[in-house]
Nanobody
Framework: VQLVESGGGLVQAGGSLSLSCAAS????????MGWYRQAPGKERELVAK???????YYSDSVKGRFTISRDNAKNTLYLQMNSLKPEDTAMYYC????????????WGQGTQVTVSS
């Protein structure tokens, strides 16, 4: 499975960005998908995840501001980010969970999101 993110960039605080993650390869092995982020000097953290059935989870830091969705027909994952804050600045990674291992075995290369104050 290959994952390619797009949509990052520079935005002012309060603005919005939309991230996409296109999956290719053995996508039938994918169960859940998620977005992680890692800021400089910090550990990688889960931002949001969505199961194949559409159940979602959000970290407390983004709940109410970010929306995760997926289009199974297009094998694409999305993250709509609204009311962005400077603390949202990070490299954002798309990840896919293998249905057999139950682990996030597949990762994209990341897309940078920078929020200026």
């Amino acid at each position: 499975v290959q994952l390619v993110e797009s949509g990052g960039g520079l935005v002012q605080a309060g603005g919005s960005l939309s991230l996409s993650c296109a999956a290719s390869g053995s996508t039938f092995n994918i169960y859940a998908m998620g977005w992680y982020r890692q800021a400089p000097g910090k550990e990688r953290e889960l931002v949001a995840k969505i199961s194949s059935g559409g159940s979602t989870y959000y970290s407390d830091s983004v709940k109410g501001r970010f929306t995760i969705s997926r289009d199974n027909a297009k094998n694409t994952l999305y993250l709509q980010m609204n009311s962005l804050k400077p603390e949202d600045t990070a490299m954002y990674y798309c990840a896919a969970m293998d249905s057999l291992s139950g682990e996030y075995d597949y990762w994209g290369q990341g897309t940078q999101v920078t929020v200026s104050s």
